[in-house]
């Protein structure tokens, strides 16, 4: 079975600022995936980004990137220059390990402040 | 196009009363997905589908728990005898590949309430 680990419940930061949010992951699974979802105080889970456990650079999206250590099982999310409008719950999830479903961590809820 | 939609948004049901969630996929999706989101967790997978076989049901919690998808589009989550424990946020996700295979966009979710 997965599992994934977020341990930050919540962090505020300044806008403008960078920002990581941590993740990492237990597998046995050689082949898997990484995402990362936001989840606004309306409740849908929206894809920012992926990151296949054989790629050999880190995915960005944007403002977006995924700092994927792989022998440290680590999937961080960086968000640069930060807006208001990222403040959200974020996901860290992982698929393979013989399961359908992606597994969720705990979330970490992220505040911009101006 | 149109992403997943799900219905009804808010649902509130007093104990033993029997409810129906429905899920639309975004049009041409092979995989659907069904999740629980506990209030402050991330969520947890109850089933899967490809086109209209259920795959996988592994997550579903019990019995009164039934999903189904007859012509391989829209789906629909029966929770049968509610109870409390059932309250949560119920999230339906599509894939265009099979599972494992391509990401899940999720639709907004029902927030179900049991009385």
């Known amino acids: 079975a997965q599992k994934i680990t977020q341990t930050q419940p919540g962090m505020f930061v300044q806008e403008k600022e960078a920002v990581t949010l941590d993740c990492t992951y237990d597998?046995?699974?050689?082949?898997?995936?990484l995402f990362w979802y936001k989840q606004p105080s309306s409740g849908e889970m929206i894809f920012l980004i992926y990151?296949?456990?054989?790629?050999?650079q880190n995915a960005t999206e944007g403002r977006y990137s995924l700092n994927f250590q792989k022998a440290r099982k680590s999937a961080n999310l960086v968000i640069s220059a930060s807006q208001l409008g990222d403040s959200a719950m974020y996901f860290c999830?992982?698929?393979?390990?013989?399961?359908?479903?992606?597994?969720f961590g705990k979330g970490t809820h992220l505040i911009i402040q101006p | 196009g149109a992403g997943v939609s799900q219905s009804p948004r808010y649902k509130v049901a007093k104990r033993g009363q029997d409810v129906a969630l429905r899920c639309d996929p975004i049009?041409?999706?092979?995989?659907l997905f069904w999740y629980q989101q506990a209030l402050g967790q991330g969520p947890e997978f109850l089933t899967y589908?490809?086109?209209?076989?259920?795959?996988?049901k592994s997550g579903l919690p019990s019995d009164r728990f039934f999903a189904e998808r007859p012509e391989g589009s829209v789906s629909t989550l029966k929770i049968q005898r509610t109870q409390q424990e059932d309250s949560a946020v119920y999230l339906c996700?599509?894939?265009?590949?099979?599972?494992?295979?391509?990401?899940?966009?999720f639709g907004p979710g029902t927030r179900l309430t049991v009385l």
């Open positions: 999830a992982s698929s393979g390990g013989g399961a359908d479903g992606l597994t």
């Open positions: 597998t046995s699974d050689p082949s898997y995936g």
């Open positions: 990151q296949g456990s054989y790629d050999q």
């Open positions: 049009s041409g999706h092979v995989s």
């Open positions: 589908f490809q086109n209209e076989a259920q795959l996988d």
């Open positions: 996700a599509s894939s265009l590949e099979p599972a494992r295979r391509d990401t899940q966009y």
